[in-house]
């Protein structure tokens, strides 16, 4: 399995608690979380448009493959034997729509609302 560049909001409380779990769960230090929220992060270095990583989460893996959104997870399942057992109910083609649109509603509507951390310097490390 390669390194995933795991692109996250530092600054959202729920974003940053489940990067942070993920981490920890990563044995094999796959996973490299960068924070969008830092002041330093430009998503053109990457290849990304700003709106979009702002919007969903993105992963690049070291093919260069970029999983958005759902795909997202099962690129960091697949790093982590314990959630791996989610990854066919994720990709399942009759489940997968409204899994979608579960995301997307999060996305969209309660992630601009989830309550911000507050940092002391120009992004919100791990």
């Not at 990583?53 to 997202?72: C, E, K, P, R, Y």
């Amino acid at each position: 399995m390669t390194e995933l560049k795991l692109f996250f909001d530092g600054k959202c409380v729920v974003c940053f608690r489940e990067v942070e779990h993920y981490v920890k769960l990563d044995s094999k230090k796959l996973i490299r979380p960068i924070d969008i929220a830092s002041d330093n992060f430009r998503a053109s270095d990457y290849g990304l448009e700003d709106s979009a990583v702002n919007l969903h989460m993105h992963a690049i893996d070291q093919d260069g493959t970029v999983h958005i959104g759902v795909d997202s997870f099962i690129a960091i399942w697949r790093r982590i034997p314990r959630y791996q057992f989610l990854i066919p109910l994720f990709e399942n083609r009759l489940l997968r729509p409204a899994i979608n649109v579960g995301y997307d509603v999060f996305a969209h509507y309660i992630r601009p609302i989830l309550p911000k951390r507050k940092c002391n310097t120009d992004s919100c490390p791990l």
